[in-house]
């Protein structure tokens, strides 16, 4: 069975200062990966995925995941991180077609000046 | 840019009363789904929905459960007799017609409070 693991609960940054969310994933063929951001009081808003080709993906305000699959990992990242991008983040894994996703327990960032 | 809508946002409700929760997904989208997060847990998967009838669902999807299309533009989610681990917040989710790699749209969930 699919499932996602990210084994950070809460993560605190500096504005500025560079990040990484950590997901592992355990699935048995080769999976759809999703990275997706919750604000308070919205909904789930896609950040970035991965199908297939190359393993680091770009997404949207500034992030990427690299793809590995040696590791079973789909770690987000950004550069510099701003205070708008506090928030809780959820890994997700799907498989091809419109079949229901699975997700981490999601990783809650704060930003401090 | 179109986005899924859920109503209400919050609400309230009895143990043991009925409650519907509301869903408009995105236009030309196909398929909807129905998720869940209890506080402090993870996003699960109740149902998904095409054509008119369920394609699949979870061990969670009990008979107290039902979804239903009524009008072309809704999609429900109706709870008949709430229990109080009911309480959770409940995402629905659209994509556009079938194939490789379509992504889920999410609204912005119903926070559901069981007394």
């Known amino acids: 069975a699919q499932s996602v693991t990210q084994p950070d609960i809460h993560i605190t940054v500096s504005e500025g200062a560079s990040l990484e969310l950590r997901c592992n994933y355990s699935?048995?063929?080769?999976?759809?990966l999703f990275w997706y951001v919750q604000s308070p009081g919205q909904g789930l808003q896609l950040l970035l995925k991965?199908?297939?080709?190359?393993?680091l993906v770009q997404g949207i305000k500034g992030f990427e995941a690299e793809f590995k699959r040696s590791q079973s990992s789909f770690n987000l990242r950004k550069p510099s991180v701003h205070w708008s991008d506090a928030a809780e983040y959820f890994c997700?894994?799907?498989?091809?077609?419109?079949?229901?996703?699975?997700f981490g327990k999601g990783t809650r960032l704060s930003v401090i000046a | 840019e179109p986005e899924v809508t859920q109503t209400p946002s919050h609400q309230v409700t009895q143990m043991g009363q009925e409650v519907i929760l509301r869903c408009v997904p995105i236009s030309n989208h196909l398929y909807f789904y129905w998720y869940r997060q209890i506080l402090g847990q993870k996003v699960e998967f109740l149902v998904s929905f095409y054509n008119n009838e369920i394609s699949e669902k979870s061990e969670i999807f009990d008979d107290q459960f039902s979804v239903e299309r009524p009008d072309g533009s809704n999609f429900t989610l109706k709870i008949r007799s709430t229990k109080l681990e009911d309480s959770a917040m409940y995402f629905c989710?659209?994509?556009?017609?079938?194939?490789?790699?379509?992504?889920?749209?999410f609204g912005p969930g119903t926070r559901l409070l069981v007394l």
């Open positions: 991965y199908f297939s080709g190359d393993t």
């Open positions: 997700a894994v799907g498989s091809p077609g419109n079949t229901p996703l699975v």
């Open positions: 699935y048995g063929a080769t999976p759809y």
């Open positions: 989710a659209s994509n556009p017609s079938g194939g490789v790699g379509k992504t889920q749209y």
